[in-house]
């Protein structure tokens, strides 16, 4: 069983800075596509940003150019930098590794942006 866990959410200023780490139970060069969600309360998960086994990335309209997904396959972990943070980044971001084989979620970490 694949487990994913996450680590880096915390409180944060408007115009601070937060990395979010996901770190895999196995090594990530067998998952086709990587990303990272989030959900506000009381709106749907969104795909903030993905990244391909071949490191091909988008992004969400509102996070470009803020954010920055990356891998490490030594490490088997994915990030997400969050620069320039906005109050309405405030949300439980959830990273997510698919392959054939399988979907699997992290437990979800709480990303507050403070006015």
């Known amino acids: 069983q694949v487990q994913l866990v996450e680590s880096g959410g915390g409180l944060v200023q408007a115009g601070g800075s937060l990395r979010l780490s996901c770190a895999a139970s196995?090594?990530?060069?067998?998952?086709?596509?990587m990303g990272w969600y989030r959900q506000a309360p009381g709106s749907q998960r969104e795909l903030v940003a993905s990244?391909?086994?071949?490191?091909?990335?988008n992004y969400a309209d509102s996070v470009k150019g803020r954010f920055t997904i990356s891998r490490d396959n030594a490490k088997n972990t994915m990030y997400l930098q969050m620069n320039s943070l906005k109050p309405e980044d405030t949300a439980v971001y959830s990273c997510n590794m698919w392959r054939v084989a399988g979907n699997y979620w992290g437990q979800g970490t709480q990303v507050t942006v403070s006015s």
């Open positions: 196995t090594s990530i060069v067998t998952f086709v596509a």
């Open positions: 990244i391909t086994r071949d490191s091909r990335t």
